[in-house]
C-alpha cells in the first residue's frame, strides 16, 4: 500500500476522509486531525506532524484562504502575496527535505472560492500556487475549477466550507489527481 499524506485546513479536513474511502484499494491516506490554517502555520507543523505520520509516498497540500484575509483590517493580507509564494515554496521543499525523499511526490490544491466578492484574490493566489507548483515539479489539483461553476451548490451557508455535493466533488478530484499519480 502507498502512503498519502493531506495537509491543509478546513476544507481539507472536509473531503480527507472520502479521499481515503476512494483511495482505499492503492493507498491508506492520512493528516493531521489539525487544522493547517495558513501556509506559515502548515510549514512550522511539518515538524511536529510528520514524524507522528508513515512516510509518504506522496503530499497533497492546500493553504490560501487564511493567508489572503485581511483579519485585522488593516488594508492588506494576512501573508502578503511575496511570502505566500516564499513559504509554499518552503513547504515543498521542507517535506521532502523531513521525509527524505527528495523526489517525493507533491500535489498542491488550489483554493476554493467562497461566496462573497469576485475573487481577485483567490485567482491571484491560486496563480502563485501554479508558479509555486511548476517550480518545484509538483501537480496542481485545480480544486477552484471543480467549486466555482456551482458554488450555490457546493458553498455552505457560512459561504466558505463546503457542503455535502462540495466535498463530494472536491473529494472526486483529489482521489482522480492521487491515482494518476500513483498508478
Same mark, same amino acid.
Given at each position: 500500500?502507498?502512503?498519502?499524506?493531506?495537509?491543509?485546513? @478546513?476544507?481539507?479536513?472536509?473531503?480527507?476522509?472520502?479521499?481515503? $474511502?476512494?483511495?482505499? #484499494?492503492?493507498?491508506?491516506?492520512?493528516?493531521?486531525?489539525?487544522?493547517?490554517?495558513? @501556509?506559515? *502555520?502548515?510549514?512550522?507543523?511539518? +515538524?511536529?506532524?510528520?514524524?507522528?505520520?508513515?512516510?509518504?509516498?506522496?503530499?497533497?497540500?492546500?493553504?490560501?484562504?487564511?493567508?489572503?484575509?485581511?483579519?485585522?483590517?488593516?488594508?492588506?493580507?494576512? *501573508?502578503?502575496? #511575496?511570502?505566500?509564494?516564499?513559504?509554499?515554496?518552503?513547504?515543498? +521543499?521542507?517535506?521532502?527535505?523531513?521525509?527524505? +525523499?527528495?523526489?517525493?511526490?507533491?500535489?498542491?490544491?488550489? !483554493?476554493?472560492?467562497?461566496?462573497?466578492?469576485?475573487?481577485? #484574490?483567490?485567482?491571484?493566489?491560486?496563480?502563485?500556487?501554479?508558479?509555486?507548483? @511548476?517550480? $518545484?515539479?509538483?501537480?496542481?489539483?485545480?480544486?477552484?475549477?471543480?467549486?466555482?461553476?456551482?458554488?450555490?451548490?457546493?458553498?455552505?451557508?457560512?459561504?466558505?466550507?463546503?457542503?455535502?455535493?462540495?466535498?463530494?466533488? !472536491?473529494?472526486?478530484?483529489?482521489?482522480?489527481?492521487?491515482?494518476?499519480?500513483?498508478?
Amino acid at each position: 500500500m502507498k502512503q498519502v499524506m493531506l495537509l491543509g485546513d @478546513s476544507i481539507r479536513m472536509q473531503y480527507q476522509k472520502a479521499v481515503g $474511502e476512494k483511495l482505499a #484499494d492503492l493507498a491508506e491516506v492520512c493528516g493531521p486531525e489539525e487544522n493547517g490554517r495558513w @501556509s506559515g *502555520y502548515t510549514l512550522n507543523s511539518l +515538524r511536529f506532524w510528520l514524524p507522528k505520520m508513515p512516510v509518504p509516498d506522496l503530499v497533497h497540500w492546500n493553504c490560501g484562504l487564511w493567508d489572503m484575509g485581511d483579519d485585522y483590517q488593516e488594508g492588506r493580507h494576512f *501573508y502578503p502575496p #511575496d511570502l505566500y509564494e516564499e513559504t509554499c515554496h518552503r513547504i515543498c +521543499r521542507i517535506l521532502r527535505k523531513m521525509t527524505d +525523499r527528495p523526489e517525493l511526490q507533491i500535489v498542491i490544491a488550489t !483554493t476554493t472560492p467562497t461566496m462573497q466578492g469576485d475573487h481577485a #484574490d483567490i485567482l491571484m493566489y491560486n496563480d502563485i500556487l501554479k508558479k509555486v507548483a @511548476s517550480e $518545484e515539479h509538483a501537480v496542481i489539483n485545480d480544486l477552484y475549477s471543480v467549486v466555482a461553476p456551482c458554488k450555490q451548490q457546493m458553498i455552505g451557508e457560512d459561504h466558505v466550507h463546503l457542503t455535502e455535493a462540495g466535498i463530494a466533488a !472536491t473529494a472526486e478530484k483529489t482521489a482522480a489527481v492521487i491515482r494518476q499519480l500513483l498508478i
